[in-house]
């Protein structure tokens, strides 16, 4: 578990979340759906659970861990890492915050803690983000973090039967190094 401020923490998730887990998804169904492109297959508590152990066993294959955000005792939203390519030593964040949880600084706040624990602790060389090109939200977030922008991938995403182009951002481990202060490791 990692605390990101006096009100939030991340813990990685668990077999346990599964009921509240979806429980938030699917109170969050429309919010959601306007950029998540997975919403629609999780339909019941088995579809969460599933998703965690598939996280459980990503991370303890050494390939990223994904995080529950707990705000207030409750969890909030998930952030985490996209299993990670080992060889070039790159990786990738994702996220979502129910609707309540938003505009509070609560995800910039989680993904920067992730930045540092992706170059500190998973020795990563480049890290990307990508997100829609008309979520301007989630835009914000990765643009306060420090990424750049590195294009515009045309039509990357099937959401729902619109096409949707997303831009991606990155950095790198210089980069973060310069922008912190910090050595990676």
Known sequence: MFVIDAATELRPLRHSDSRELFALTHSNRTHLRQWLPWVDAVTAEADTRAYIRTTIEQRDEGRGPVFAIVHDGAIAGVTGFL?????HRGGEIGYWLAAPYQGRGIMT????????????????????????TENLR????????G????????GRENLYGRWVDHAVYSMLEHEFEQSSGERAR
Do not use: W
Not at 109 to 132: E, K, M, N, P
Not at 138 to 145: C, F, T
Not at 147 to 154: D, S, V
């Open 147 to 154: 990424l750049k922008l590195e294009g515009i991938l045309r």
């Open 138 to 145: 989630s835009r914000a977030v990765i643009e306060r973090l």
């Open 109 to 132: 706040a989680s993904c920067r803690f992730l930045v540092r624990y992706a170059f500190h602790t998973l020795d990563l060389h480049r890290l990307q983000i990508a997100a829609a």
């Open 83 to 87: 299993p990670l390519d080992r060889v």
